[in-house]
């Protein structure tokens, strides 16, 4: 693993920084496929989306794409985690002015997945752990993730491979690590993400791919009888492109032509993305 922190190689980050205190601060997770970073435009965009969200400014970003770049390996599939602190502050919620951020950096080795699973499906479950409704927050990829390591705990050595999680409502959300689509009628829809969740890059992507191919999507409301009901479901992550589902607990599911097309089309934009 190679880390840095604000630049330099160190893997110590100071007891007084906010994103320890109090997980001030925001991350993106990106797939580097021989030295390259295939969505970094989009996970760029949106890093500097929600660092104005949150006010953690200033923080330039323009050294970054040359930092991580000068670091992966051009031989290999790798991940990199870039997290955005708010920086080091004294105690207390309200943030020091100014507050200078802290930019953290690793880069480890991304293992091969199950070829047959990214073809035949994935089981999931659902889970108990419900996210909150919180319009400020919701969308970003914020430090706190108490309610999803609460919602992995419940999948824990179950034999499934992720959770879907609803929020306060009985609204479906999305899963742990992924966001949701469902396929009915040969359209798409995914949860609306108003007031929980994280909005994904490789969501974004996949919704601009549907619209190239002319399949309809909607973003709204999904209730759990929709869920269910559902022809087609997948999931999606910049790591992991589009997991098609065959089981939701004893919900078995159809692996269908909408979700392996799509899978096909992420292929084409990240050749080594499966």
């Given at each position: 693993?190679?880390?840095?922190?604000?630049?330099?190689?160190?893997?110590?980050?100071?007891?007084?920084?906010?994103?320890?205190?109090?997980?001030?601060?925001?991350?993106?997770?990106?797939?580097?496929?021989?030295?390259?970073?295939?969505?970094?435009?989009?996970?760029?965009?949106?890093?500097?989306?929600?660092?104005?969200?949150l006010n953690i400014?200033?923080?330039?970003?323009?050294?970054?794409?040359?930092?991580?770049?000068?670091?992966?390996?051009?031989?290999?599939?790798?991940?990199?985690?870039?997290?955005?602190?708010?920086?080091?502050?004294?105690?207390?919620?309200?943030?020091?002015?100014?507050?200078?951020?802290?930019?953290?950096i690793s880069i480890t080795n991304r293992e091969p997945g199950d070829a047959l699973l990214r073809t035949n499906g994935f089981k999931i479950?659902?889970?108990?752990?419900?996210?909150?409704?919180?319009?400020?927050?919701?969308?970003?990829?914020?430090?706190?993730?108490?309610?999803?390591?609460?919602a992995r705990m419940e999948i824990a050595h179950t034999g499934h491979a992720e959770g879907i999680m609803l929020d306060q409502t009985g609204k479906v959300i999305s899963?742990?690590?992924?966001?949701?689509?469902?396929?009915?009628?040969g359209a798409i829809s995914t949860p609306d993400l108003t007031f929980s969740g994280v909005a994904g890059v490789m969501r974004q992507l996949v919704i601009g791919l549907a619209h190239d191919e002319n399949i309809p999507v909607t973003i709204k409301e999904i209730s759990m009888d929709e869920l269910l009901s559902a022809d087609e479901l997948f999931l999606t992550n910049s790591i992991d492109g589009v997991w098609p589902i065959c089981e939701l607990d004893s919900?078995?599911?159809?692996?269908?032509?909408?979700?392996?097309?799509?899978?096909?089309?992420v292929r084409e934009v990240i050749p080594s993305c499966d």
């Open positions: 693993m190679i880390t840095l922190v604000n630049g330099r190689r160190t893997d110590q980050v100071s007891i007084h920084d906010r994103g320890l205190a109090y997980g001030d601060g925001v991350f993106e997770t990106m797939l580097s496929v021989k030295g390259e970073i295939p969505l970094w435009d989009i996970h760029l965009a949106r890093l500097e989306c929600s660092l104005k969200q400014q200033p923080f330039d970003t323009n050294g970054l794409f040359d930092m991580i770049k000068n670091n992966l390996d051009k031989t290999r599939q790798q991940i990199i985690k870039l997290t955005v602190t708010r920086g080091i502050g004294p105690r207390g919620y309200a943030p020091p002015i100014p507050c200078k951020p802290t930019s953290i479950k659902l889970c108990e752990t419900y996210y909150a409704r919180q319009v400020k927050l919701a969308g970003l990829k914020h430090l706190n993730r108490l309610e999803q390591i609460l899963a742990t690590m992924h966001n949701l689509f469902l396929v009915k009628d919900t078995i599911m159809t692996v269908g032509e909408i979700t392996s097309k799509l899978q096909a089309k």
